[in-house]
């Protein structure tokens, strides 16, 4: 009786385990078991090996290659096939990607353009009239500095703003906004890879902000470059962060790497730049969770992930995604966030409805962070490469 038991249950595990294989085939995702949480072994698709080739010696329980002293295994990520009926989205390239979404923007910030450019077309501007420009500029989160520029510099061509036509008057206004925009400023997304190992890229911010949603949209901004990207799911906190993410990598054929709910979020960065050098892949795109940065424990451990990923290759870049609806405190937000994992850069969300895009001039001037990317809506590619002169084309409208 005792071996009928036992036969019964063998068969009970194997026939879980074919469940299993069959319900992952053709998931491009990376999964570390419980004992990986621990740095102990990871689990990950591999190609099939010829069948004239041996199989390769296996790797004691427990350990990896690297814990042996034996030469790291190179781990080829297979092309994305696709399930029968299943097709990868295709998107379009970064470049111009902001002029095409120009007509969105003009439409969120229409009030501002239309409303300066009201009293500027006026034939005689009072002391009035210039208080009004200034109230108008700083509703939009323009702040006081940049808006002070502004109309200083207005005021100087005031001559010129009595003769002159529309167009010449939104051309005038075009210009001024572009200049406290920071054209100048480098907005190059450390994404390439450099010495052998991919671009690592960081992304941070509070809770609520939209970084999930934000690295998915990255990934198809890279992969409509033409660019390798792995994925890592380090927000093992909210439950549904992972799957999340994971649901937008499936869709342009990109891997992602995940863990356990709950488990330690550098070590699932650090296996995820570790498959990302393996693979020699392009780019990594590490997804961390929301935090407040009024919590010091919660930075401190953003650093700790910082850390450890970089152990195995340098981050290039730490983008900081802020909530545009936030207004002036997203600039004490970025401050904070800077202390903790040096930010290179600012993505813009939410700027459709009625955002105040304004904030972009703020957080450069007070912080010197340029702003690099900018959501425009909900879509899967309304995120674009910020451009100081299209941006300010569209707020006049």
Do not use: C, Y
């Not at 994305?80 to 990868?88: D, I, R, S, T």
């Not at 997804?287 to 970089?310: F, I, P, Q, Y």
């Amino acid at each position: 009786m005792e071996f009928v038991l036992i036969a019964i249950a063998i068969l009970v595990v194997a026939l879980l385990t074919g469940i299993s294989l069959l319900v992952g085939r053709g998931r491009r995702t990376t999964r570390l078991d419980d004992d990986a949480a621990a740095g102990t072994t990871l689990t990950r698709p591999r190609p099939v090996p010829p069948a004239d080739t041996a199989p390769a010696p296996p790797t004691p329980s427990g350990a990896t290659a690297s814990g042996l002293g034996l030469p790291p295994e190179t781990v080829e990520i297979p092309p994305a096939e696709p399930e029968p009926g299943l097709v990868f989205d295709t998107p379009l390239p970064s470049a111009g990607r902001l002029v095409r979404l120009r007509s969105r923007l003009a439409r969120s910030q229409s009030s501002l353009g239309r409303g300066l450019l009201t009293v500027l077309a006026r034939e005689k501007l009072t002391e009035d009239d210039w208080e009004e420009v200034e109230e108008t500029l700083l509703a939009a989160d323009i702040g006081i500095a940049a808006t002070t520029q502004i109309v200083d510099r207005l005021r100087t061509q005031s001559m010129v703003l009595a003769t002159a036509s529309g167009t010449e008057l939104r051309e005038l206004l075009v210009d001024q906004l572009t200049a406290v925009l920071g054209p100048d400023l480098d907005r190059t997304l450390g994404t390439d890879r450099r010495e052998g190992r991919p671009g690592v890229v960081l992304v941070v911010g509070v809770n609520g902000a939209g970084k999930t949603t934000t690295v998915g949209k990255i990934a198809r901004v890279l992969v409509g470059d033409g660019k390798s990207v792995i994925l890592g799911a380090a927000d093992t906190f909210r439950a549904a962060a992972a799957d999340q993410l994971e649901t937008w990598g499936e869709r342009v054929g990109v891997l992602t790497v995940r863990g356990r709910e709950g488990g330690d979020p550098a070590a699932v960065a650090f296996e995820a730049v570790r498959t990302g050098i393996e693979a020699e892949a392009d780019t990594v795109v590490i997804d961390t969770a929301g935090r407040l940065h009024t919590k010091s424990g919660l930075m401190d451990e953003l650093g700790k992930v910082k850390r450890v990923v970089e152990k195995q290759s340098p981050v290039t870049e730490v983008l900081l995604v802020l909530d545009a609806t936030t207004g002036q405190n997203g600039v004490v937000q970025a401050r904070v966030f800077t202390e903790a994992v040096d930010v290179t850069g600012v993505v813009l969300t939410k700027l459709d409805g009625t955002a105040k895009g304004g904030i972009v001039v703020s957080v450069q001037r007070e912080l010197g962070i340029p702003v690099k990317l900018i959501g425009l809506g909900e879509g899967p590619d309304d995120l674009a490469p910020f451009e100081a002169r299209a941006f300010a084309e569209a707020i006049v409208g």
